[in-house]
């Protein structure tokens, strides 16, 4: 059987995956965790960031130029982000793995052009 928990304020029993204790309303525990999905949402921005940069470069090229641009050039600015990121005591590991997932995604769209 699920074990049982307590909360840590009133003391009272808690149901196995209760986000708020059902007696005094403090949250519990679970939900201090910063879950994947922030650092998805830092990954997402990241990418946004860099297409829109991307965009903005690509309306002020000349046509000779935008014949040049392709998704190489997101996968490297990437790249030169994650580097940086990971010589920044700040970051943890699991934020670090999914800039280089990101890049990994850049990659293969480059590759795919
Ligand atoms: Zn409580």
Same mark, same amino acid.
């Given at each position: 059987m699920a074990e049982v928990k307590f909360c840590t304020k009133c003391?009272? !029993?808690?149901?196995?995956d209760a986000k708020f204790c059902p007696g005094c309303g403090? *949250?519990?525990?679970? !939900?201090? $965790?910063?879950?994947v999905g922030y650092y998805l949402l830092v990954a997402v921005l990241l990418i946004g960031c860099i297409f829109a940069y991307g965009l903005m470069s690509y309306n002020t090229m000349t046509p000779q130029e935008r014949a040049h641009f392709? *998704?190489?050039?997101? *996968?490297? *600015?990437?790249?030169?982000?994650?580097?940086?990121?990971?010589?920044?005591? $700040?970051?943890s590991k699991q934020e670090l793995g999914i800039i280089y997932?990101?890049?990994k995604l850049l990659d293969e769209r480059a590759k795919n052009r």
């Open positions: 003391g009272g !029993s808690l149901p196995n403090i *949250a519990t525990k679970k !939900s201090y $965790r910063p879950g392709n *998704a190489k050039d997101n *996968a490297q *600015a990437c790249w030169d982000e994650y580097h940086d990121k990971v010589n920044d005591p $700040r970051m997932g990101a890049c």
